[in-house]
């Protein structure tokens, strides 16, 4: 099973701190925010992983070359410079990735969830993983119904940006930039996708604020 993370986006909300660095090579606990992905990713026991890459993308690649220093090796799916957001990164991938399912992390997200359970998920759609609410997100994304991703309600649950998809997934998707999001929406309606709810620890990585609350949480 190989691994993707999604890291080609500019990275706005943490500027000025994303004027020269690639958001996933932001330090966090002395490391880059990716270098805890692919750590965590070994450890669970992939061996194989696809980067999507845009902005200031050299600089990724310089860091982290080939993978060989983390014991993982690395593939880069590169977009040039526009990104493709996160659907369109991963159906540009889909050659890298093969034939069977794959997880897909957020490059921005930091969560201590034992990756190898999901190795043992099956799913020909797609397993997605639900946290509690942030409080900058305090009404959530989606319901789970059982083991089943439902539509937003009252009791909704924010989407921690983690998941494990199979191609059939992006079947009829056309190549360009898209969101997961609209994707996932559609899919909790029909109700063809998995879910399950996450109580560890989790956080979006996604402004300054927040990556000074992480770095306090781990020092």
């Not at 965590?40 to 990724?60: D, K, P």
């Not at 997880?103 to 190898?116: E, K, Q, S």
């Not at 509690?132 to 989407?159: C, E, I, K, M, V």
Request: with cysteine.
């Amino acid at each position: 099973m190989k691994a993707m993370i999604l890291a080609a986006g500019r990275g706005e909300r943490m500027r000025p701190l994303t004027d020269n660095t690639p958001k996933p090579l932001i330090e966090v606990a002395g490391k880059p925010l990716i270098a805890h992905h692919l750590e965590r990713l070994v450890h669970a026991g992939f061996r194989e992983v696809v980067i999507n890459t845009s902005y200031l993308a050299e600089q990724i690649h310089s860091v982290l070359g080939d993978g060989s220093g983390f014991g993982i090796h690395i593939e880069y799916s590169d977009e040039g410079d526009q990104a493709l957001e996160t659907g369109g990164g991963v159906l540009k991938a889909l050659p890298l990735l093969g034939k069977g399912q794959f997880l897909v992390i957020n490059g921005d997200v930091w969560c201590d969830y034992p990756w190898h359970r999901l190795r043992q998920i099956k799913t020909t759609s797609a397993h997605v993983l639900l946290v509690d609410n942030p409080a900058h997100h305090r009404t959530g994304d989606f319901t789970l119904a059982g083991l089943r991703l439902a539509p937003h309600s009252a009791n909704a649950l924010t989407y921690a940006g983690v998941g494990v998809y199979h191609p059939n997934f992006f079947k009829g998707c056309q190549a360009g930039a898209f969101s997961l999001a609209p994707m996932l929406r559609a899919a909790a309606q029909a109700g063809s996708v998995t879910a399950e709810h996450y109580r560890g620890a989790w956080c979006d990585v996604g402004t300054v604020e927040r990556l000074a609350q992480l770095r306090a949480q781990l020092s």
